[in-house]
């Protein structure tokens, strides 16, 4: 190949060469570090809830879109606070189906995921009526509910969008249901639970 | 028992069968560091699609971010290293692009991969791929990104190095010493790979020389017993 097209070729793909990966970080970065749209969540356990909840108990929802990638990571973080957390706190992933589709639509390797803790039940959410009851838009969003019924923590448990590790979301519902004092809060990161368009 | 000394076109031979050993082994290195990225970018688009096909909302999904990554990011970083490859095989540059992709391509399927500790694996594999150039100068470009790569991102955005905010200080140096200790054995394990090149080189020019000389012996002989026998 003659030289100047030689030139020309490898200038052209050394500015691709920056261009990518200055774009691969950007937008890595904006996708990953977004939180998701926040919880309404309730005061109190949501009296409309088909979840009974047993007074007297600290109780641990996470609500889940079995398809979200990013949620392995927020089943992950359940995992760890599930075994840091006192044997008698009940723990529920509630996992999004919409109606139309039947319960294999679901079963997913979220699913199989939480299935897998200890102590922790797995139940469907049709077309996300639990999640409306909860206030909860994204996956992965957790709440914890004192003996009382009072919410103590609403947000997800993990730093980033589908990245597992410590980080003070995890930490906070530990500290709080061994006993910490106030409320806590953390931005939660994953795919939407219900489309935007859904009422 | 006399040593004759080594005449300089000896040494000037052996130079140059090592300068020709040691191009040979750079495009050579370079071509199948070609194939590597090729099959990297294919199996990070793999990954990226086994693992986050799809984002979801709701019932509607749509490509996961994860998939344009790992085809356009994949084919971005790849795309210089491989017409280097091709086109100027064994040049100095060629090999440290090299060096700066391989560690390019470790980031993206570390983070394609959600950030497992596992894939971490990669970019000490990837280190050890590069000393077969036997050229330690290439380890230092790898070691330089990997470095840039944890530096930037611990100021900008530790968590997605470190998994936490407000990472101790000395986290930094915890990741680059690891590195840094790997990277010891295989410049050491470089310099001695090339002082063995060059000696080869030199047994080889001692034994065109030598070989040589007996021709040289052997016709002055055949001469010498022609005259005899005229």
């Not at chain 1, 003070?168 to 004092?181: D, M, P, T």
Request: positive net charge; charged residues 20%.
């Amino acid at each position: 190949m003659k030289r100047p097209i030689l030139i020309a070729a490898f200038t052209l793909a050394g500015a691709v060469w920056v261009v990518t990966v200055a774009a691969a970080v950007r937008s890595i970065r904006a996708f990953e570090s977004t939180p998701g749209r926040a919880a309404a969540a309730p005061e109190r356990w949501p009296s409309s809830s088909a979840i009974a909840r047993q007074p007297g108990t600290w109780t641990l929802v996470m609500l889940v879109h079995p398809h979200c990638s990013c949620s392995r990571a927020s089943v992950a973080e359940l995992a760890a606070i599930v075994e840091k957390a006192p044997r008698n706190v009940r723990t529920y992933v509630l996992a999004y189906r919409p109606h139309e589709f039947g319960e294999a639509w679901s079963r997913s390797d979220v699913w199989t995921a939480a299935r897998r803790i200890p102590r922790v039940q797995v139940l469907t959410d049709v077309d996300a009526r639990e999640a409306k009851r909860f206030g909860a838009f994204t996956s992965g969003q957790t709440f914890l509910f004192d003996p009382d019924g009072n919410r103590r923590y609403s947000g997800g448990v993990t730093l980033l969008r589908g990245h597992a590790g410590l980080n003070s979301g995890r930490a906070e519902v530990i500290r709080l249901v061994n006993g910490g004092k106030g409320p806590g809060a953390h931005p939660v990161f994953g795919c939407a639970i219900v489309s935007k368009e859904a009422p | 028992m006399n040593i004759e000394p080594k005449p300089a076109s000896v040494a000037a031979r052996a130079e140059e069968v090592d300068t020709v050993n040691r191009q040979a082994r750079y495009a050579k290195v370079d071509r199948a560091f070609a194939v590597l990225l090729v099959i990297q970018w294919a199996a990070g688009i793999a990954a990226a699609l086994w693992l986050s096909p799809f984002a979801w909302a709701g019932k509607e999904k749509v490509l996961h971010v994860h998939v344009w990554l790992a085809v356009l990011g994949g084919g971005g970083i790849v795309l210089l290293p491989i017409l280097l490859a091709i086109f100027r095989p064994g040049w100095v540059v060629t090999r440290h692009v090299i060096a700066a992709s391989q560690m390019l391509s470790s980031a993206l399927l570390i983070h394609l991969t959600g950030g497992r500790i596992e894939t971490h694996f990669h970019v000490f594999g990837s280190l050890a791929f590069l000393a077969f150039y036997l050229d330690w100068t290439v380890l230092i470009t790898a070691t330089l990104v990997v470095a840039a790569d944890h530096f930037l991102r611990g100021i900008y955005w530790p968590e997605s190095v470190y998994g936490i905010a407000n990472p101790e200080w000395w986290r930094f140096l915890e990741h680059a010493g690891w590195v840094a200790f790997c990277d010891t054995w295989l410049i050491w394990g470089c310099v001695l790979g090339r002082r063995e090149a060059k000696a080869a080189a030199m047994r080889q020019a001692e034994v065109e020389h030598l070989t040589e000389q007996e021709q040289l012996k052997s016709a002055a002989l055949q001469m010498a017993l022609a005259e005899m026998t005229a």
